[in-house]
């Protein structure tokens, strides 16, 4: 059974940091994409961060390309997302999920974690 627990979330001021941790226990599934969706109150889900549990390669949306670090930790099985110069937009719901590739899991992931809070303060 697949679980997905995040955490990290919290109030932050603009400009500030947030280090957010997803443990990730697949059970029998087989998923080697792991990403970070958000979803901001009023709006649709959408795609943040993306990582391969085997090759490390990892992808970004356009809006924290060179804010956001997404990475892994295969013996801990964590994968964590350092939201570095946070701004009033990214505020949402951050989810965590996986798919079988890290490319399906940009689109259309399998499962999904319950979600952690971030809340930027302009």
């Known amino acids: 059974q697949v679980q997905l627990v995040e955490s990290g979330g919290g109030l932050v001021q603009a400009g500030g940091s947030l280090r957010l941790s997803c443990e990730v226990s697949?059970?029998?599934?087989?998923?080697?994409?792991v990403g970070w969706w958000r979803q901001a109150p009023g709006k649709e889900r959408e795609f943040v961060a993306s990582i391969s549990r085997t090759t490390g390669l990892t992808r970004y949306s356009g809006s924290v390309k060179g804010r956001f670090t997404i990475s892994r930790d295969n013996v801990k099985e964590t994968v964590f997302l350092q939201m570095n110069g946070l701004k009033a937009e990214d505020t949402g719901v951050y989810y965590c999920?996986?798919?079988?590739?890290?490319?399906?899991?940009?689109?259309?992931?399998?499962?999904w974690g319950q979600g952690t809070e971030v809340t930027v303060s302009s």
């Open positions: 697949l059970g029998t599934y087989t998923g080697f994409g």
């Open positions: 999920a996986v798919a079988r590739t890290a490319v399906v899991v940009r689109t259309t992931p399998d499962h």
